[in-house]
């Protein structure tokens, strides 16, 4: 494996897992030991280990809280050397752990009356993500940080589902009308809502990605495989275990500026991987190659497997080594992940892991001339068109780009090769490019 | 450790939610896994249970463990509940029905405590959880 070829700096475990990999500093390789959902005896001797040296505190809670995983840090710790840690850090941590874990009771609570609302308004609706990946990979509602619910829809239930979310104190984070509204339903794939009174936020999805970037990913799939599971022990409406890793995977390829900026995500992925059974994976990998996201999903084990020493299934392994590309993706991946300070992204690097990432040749040609011509909500924000005029969009953003570059030219450039930050890295976490 | 802090004193309210939200999150709750069982006696204060009765986490609730803790959010009241130690031990073990003799047996194997002074507290911890409306008594 990748991820154990690394020179270290501190110990081995049994199993070959290094304490530090010299390329990650104390505060990284604590912060990825520790973001699991399980830490067993042999890595809680390696953080034990770790503790032994002298931790710069600020820096591990910065990373935790910029990564999602502070209730793992504080898991991890507690379970392998709280005595190691300072009193004061360790009642911090817990009382954070504490608030996050009501709040996310709280939340749980607020998704389960928002099903009942939608079942009762004839919407039937899945839940994905935070809460359900609280409860399937950590088993534990307090180890998984989530701030919103993200619940999919069917596209036709939109507006119905808008109504009811609107009815329970939601507003819309944007109104879209007349072409804007049709454009919008067309190339985006959720409508986010939020509460101000209890600072509660839904993701209200019809689909998991802009169509540019997973065309074939269509909701009817997604809709015909769903499967009737539990949910904090309430029917609830799910996704197949097949297609969950799917999901997480495109999810994290998808995001900007970055793909797979969170360390949370690749736990969540890691956690996954260890409970999809031989079959589930078997259906996944078929199903990601006829949607043409097979590297993605490869990408997204290959993350686990490298960033957190996660254990991947023998079929994945075999997979794996015959599609090399996902592994070389990981490496860069890993490389944005543990920036210490991030820099502005060279659209040139992200166009180029948007297109590595897909395994066939007429998705990479598909991707590139819809990322072209499919307009943002910039340029939807742009003109108010009435709704017959909605296909002067695409040309609306052509005109818009083109004027801002012609305008200034030094613009695209910069963009192209993005705006490099000039800070110097923190100690052995910057890998060299 | 049981004679000096009974498990029921372990139970705290922490804090309450709006009403609405208790309300709306009110759905039918799924059978539980397993064999169907019916409930003979939720929340009735006039219930007085002993060894032989079966009692079950009530579906009205969503509970977490924080270290050695459970919290408890009640969807009836609004309340978050938390039990500590033995307390949360009896919570977890009543995920699934289980007789309070099953309970005092468990709690005395894992804490070697006396069977009597056992005895009453898991006695008055379920009385007490059933007033909450948090457990049901069921056959």
Same mark, same amino acid.
């Given at each position: 494996m990748a991820a154990h070829a690394r020179s270290t700096t501190a110990g081995t475990d049994a199993r070959g897992t290094?304490?530090? &990999?010299?390329?990650?500093s104390l505060e990284v390789a604590l912060l990825l030991h520790c973001a699991r959902a399980h830490m067993d005896e042999a890595r809680s001797r390696l953080v034990s280990e770790l503790l032994d040296e002298e931790v710069d505190w600020d820096r591990v809670v910065e990373l935790a809280r910029r990564h999602g995983t502070v209730p793992l840090l504080y898991h991890g710790l507690s379970v392998a050397a &709280?005595?190691?840690?300072p009193g004061t850090l360790m009642t911090s941590l817990r009382g954070r752990f504490h608030e996050l874990g009501r709040r996310n009771l709280y939340q749980i609570v607020e998704l389960m009356g928002l099903l009942k609302d939608l079942g009762d308004g004839g919407v039937p609706a899945i839940p994905f993500k935070g809460p359900v990946l609280a409860e399937?990979?950590?088993?534990?509602?307090?180890l998984r940080e989530f701030s919103d619910l993200d619940v999919l829809v069917k596209p036709e239930h939109v507006d119905r589902a808008s109504t009811i979310l609107r009815d329970r104190g939601y507003a819309p984070w944007y109104e879209p009308s007349g072409a804007r509204h049709r454009v919008a339903r067309a190339v985006e794939y959720a409508l986010p809502f939020s509460r101000a009174r209890d600072r509660m936020s839904v993701d209200l999805h019809w689909a998991f990605a802009r169509k540019f970037f997973t065309a074939d990913l269509d909701e009817e799939l997604v809709w015909d495989r769903a499967v009737m599971g539990q949910l904090q022990r309430r029917d609830a409406l799910l996704l197949p275990p097949a297609l969950t890793p799917i999901v997480l995977a495109v999810h994290g390829a998808k995001h900007g500026p970055y793909p797979w900026p969170r360390v949370k995500w690749i736990a969540d992925m890691a956690g996954i991987a260890g409970i999809t059974s031989p079959e589930d994976w078997q259906e996944a990998l078929v199903l990601a190659r006829q949607l043409g996201v097979r590297r993605m999903l490869l990408l997204g084990v290959a993350l686990a497997e490298r960033v957190l020493d996660a254990a991947v299934p023998p079929l994945i392994a075999r997979a794996l080594d015959d599609d090399p590309a996902a592994r070389r993706l990981a490496v860069d991946v890993e490389r944005w992940l543990l920036f210490e300070s991030r820099p502005v992204p060279a659209l040139a690097e992200r166009v180029s892991f948007d297109v590595s990432v897909r395994e066939r040749r007429r998705d990479r040609v598909r991707y590139l001339g819809r990322r072209l011509f499919t307009p943002t909500h910039r340029d939807l924000g742009a003109a108010r068109l009435p709704r017959s005029l909605s296909f002067v969009y695409p040309a609306l953003r052509w005109a818009r780009l083109g004027g801002g570059y012609l305008r200034d030219p030094t613009r695209l450039q910069e963009i192209w090769r993005g705006h490099r930050n000039a800070e110097a890295p923190s100690r052995g976490t910057e890998p060299a490019a | 450790m049981l004679k000096h802090r009974p498990v029921a004193r372990n139970l705290r309210l922490d804090s309450a939610i709006p009403n609405e939200v208790q309300r709306a999150a009110r759905g039918p709750p799924a059978a539980p896994r397993g064999e169907a069982y019916r409930t003979v006696k939720s929340g009735d204060p006039q219930f007085l249970a002993d060894l032989s009765t079966r009692v079950v986490a009530a579906p009205d609730q969503v509970s977490t463990r924080l270290d050695d803790e459970i919290v408890i959010l009640s969807l009836r009241s609004g309340g978050y509940f938390s039990l500590e130690k033995v307390g949360a031990r009896i919570w977890e073990l009543i995920g699934e029905p289980r007789l309070i003799a099953e309970l005092r047996d468990a709690i005395v194997e894992q804490y070697g405590a006396a069977p009597e002074v056992v005895t009453d507290d898991v006695l008055e911890l379920c009385q007490h959880l059933a007033e909450l409306g948090l457990v049901d008594f069921v056959e």
């Open positions: 290094t304490a530090r &990999p010299s390329d990650r &709280p005595d190691k840690v399937q990979v950590y088993g534990n509602l307090a | -």
